[in-house]
């Protein structure tokens, strides 16, 4: 199984710092880096001290239900490139452990997935969630504060 770290899509970042709204009908807030911990979603790199980013509310959803989890979530303020899907650990993932859990079709948590997941065993776990057939995709999210990450998928053919 062939996996791909998803990075959030270029379109719906523009329209956030051009100033749309956030989930919660909010504009995205502006901040300054001071360096550590404010990984961009959209390069998938972290995100240096000094240098501007918006914090809003993010839901990695399509749809209004039980399960779809809405939180905090960091990206540049100015352009910058979206990171190409790849099997490659994100530069941003740097903290030692993350929790990686899988989703239906249906964007519903699947019982039994989600754990504590140390960084470098993050891409075979994926692997072993998207080979089972009813897991569509996966999250990564923060083991401490549970703010989604990146979502990993099955690299296409």
Do not use: K
């Amino acid at each position: 199984m062939t996996i791909q770290f998803e990075a959030l899509p270029g379109d719906a970042v523009a329209q956030l710092r051009a100033g749309a709204p956030d989930a919660y009908g909010h504009s995205p807030e502006r901040r300054i880096s001071e360096g550590d911990g404010t990984p961009c979603r959209h390069c998938l790199e972290g995100i240096a001290e000094g240098s501007a980013f918006l914090v809003l509310a993010w839901r990695p959803f399509t749809t209004l239900q039980p399960y779809a989890e809405t939180g905090p979530i960091f990206l540049h303020a100015e352009a910058c490139s979206r990171a190409e899907p790849s099997p490659e650990i994100p530069a941003m993932l740097d903290s030692p452990e993350y929790i990686v859990r899988g989703y239906s079709a249906d964007e519903r948590i699947v019982y039994g997935t989600g754990g504590i997941v140390a960084t470098a065993d993050i891409p075979a776990r994926a692997a072993d969630l998207l080979a089972m057939p009813d897991i569509a995709f996966v999250h990564v999210r923060s083991a401490r504060n549970n703010c989604f990450q990146c979502r990993i998928e099955r690299a296409a053919a």
